[in-house]
């Protein structure tokens, strides 16, 4: 399994910006996908993320409402949709999955077996 993660760049305070993951070996609709970011200094952080059972949605509460995570099954890739973009969501984002995670495990970082490169996410004026 190989997740490339695009989308990445420089956006404003307020701008929006869609990353994406493109998967493959493997169907990512039997899945569970996630994003995390993690900012220089500070530990990888879960964003949101898509599970495997009933495409059930989760995010964390520091994007909720400005952030939307979807799931395009036929091209096998996962979106995220950052929109009213602050400061602090500058980081560094990853794209991971994995083909087993239960729901408790949903934010945990080292629970995920497959991970892309990441891509970076400026927010500057």
């Known amino acids: 399994v190989q997740l490339q993660a695009s989308g990445g760049g420089l956006v404003q305070p307020g701008g929006s910006l869609r990353l994406s993951c493109d998967a493959s070996?493997?169907?990512?609709?039997?899945?569970?996908v996630g994003w995390f970011r993690q900012a220089p200094g500070k530990e990888r952080e879960f964003v949101a993320a898509v599970h495997r059972r009933g495409g059930s949605i989760y995010y964390a509460d520091s994007v909720k409402g400005r952030f939307a995570i979807s799931r395009d099954n036929a091209k096998n890739m996962v979106f995220l949709q950052m929109n009213s973009v602050k400061s602090e969501d500058a980081a560094v984002y990853y794209c991971a999955a994995d083909w087993s995670l239960i729901t408790s495990s949903i934010g945990v970082a080292s629970d995920y077996d497959y991970w892309g490169q990441g891509t970076l996410v400026t927010v500057s004026s």
């Open positions: 070996g493997r169907a990512i609709s039997g899945g569970t």
